[in-house]
């Protein structure tokens, strides 16, 4: 096991449709990051490209181009870098995948978790969002063993679903990663809370670097931030893009995870689902929020 405590950056980036342009503002990001000592180094989803239908596009193999700066990086500054998300080609044709990458100091990939759930919903008018039409969905559960702690994984959408990151701490991952392009209907809404939920009920750090700015079909949240496990908000991006810098302690995390033992009191002998026949229930008219919109 390497360092207990260490400072963690999260670039919140309003990324465009010049890649090339996209990849050398991440570069300077990631350069100033370890000037002001980041040993870790989280980019949001989409990092690289988002073109005119608002999605990451031009999807490339890993390694390839993106991952191989992000690799270099790494090395040159022998540092951790988490490489948010980006769109990967797929082997075996089809829909690419919506893959984030973990690279250590060394500059090797230590782990690639390609993104599970995929946003489909029906609107109350009408309207069809399928972006299982347009990303292949991972089937794998990843976390990865490092000198700076296990972490574990998760993209944008997949903070709407618990029991992936409780199956995640339960693998015994102590930081997780959530880069996002949340759309601001939802993400003032929903982003922090989600977050902090996560956190408090895992006893880990949540690292949330995210997208802001105006896109083709939403404008982002942004709201990048860094939640430790108790609960709270220990460090958060201003309203532009920029790097966010906060510290990772894992001592602390363990004193949480011994003050509220949560995982340990699971009672995994008595969780299983089982169909009810629920009784009609009659309720008042409520106050509805917005419609859906992608997250």
Not at 139 to 158: K, P
Not at 176 to 205: M, Q, S, V
Request: hydrophobic share 35%.
């Amino acid at each position: 096991m390497g360092s207990r405590r260490y400072c963690v950056a999260v670039v919140q980036l309003d990324t465009g449709s010049d890649k090339a342009d996209n990849l050398e503002r991440v570069s300077r990001y990631i350069d100033e990051a370890v000037e002001r000592g980041a040993r870790l180094i989280s980019l949001p989803e989409v990092m690289n490209f988002i073109g005119k239908s608002g999605d990451g596009e031009e999807p490339e193999p890993i390694p390839g181009p993106t991952a191989e700066l992000l690799m270099e990086k790494a090395r040159r500054h022998e540092v951790h870098i988490h490489g948010g998300s980006f769109s990967e080609l797929n082997p075996e044709g089809g829909r690419p995948f919506n893959t984030t990458v973990m690279i250590d100091a060394h500059g090797a990939i230590v782990a690639r978790y390609r993104k599970l759930h995929t946003f489909d919903v029906t609107l109350p008018d009408g309207t069809a969002c399928r972006e299982s039409a347009r990303v292949h969905p991972g089937d794998e559960i990843v976390t990865a063993e490092t000198e700076l702690g296990r972490l574990g994984f998760a993209v944008c959408y997949d903070i709407r679903f618990p029991e992936l990151f409780r199956l995640l701490a339960l693998e015994g991952a102590q930081v997780l990663f959530t880069p996002a392009n949340f759309t601001l209907p939802t993400g003032k809404d929903h982003w922090e809370p989600l977050l902090r939920a996560r956190a408090i009920e895992n006893g880990c750090y949540v690292v949330a670097a995210a997208q802001i700015g105006r896109k083709p079909r939403f404008v982002a949240y942004g709201g990048s931030m860094v939640i430790d496990p108790w609960g709270t908000v220990i460090a958060r991006a201003r309203e532009t893009p920029g790097v966010t810098l906060a510290e990772i302690d894992l001592d602390f995390q363990e004193e949480v995870r011994a003050r509220i033992p949560s995982l340990r009191n699971r009672r995994s002998d008595v969780y299983e689902l089982r169909k009810r026949q629920a009784p009609p229930r009659r309720c008042p008219p409520s106050t509805r929020g917005p419609g859906a919109a992608p997250s």
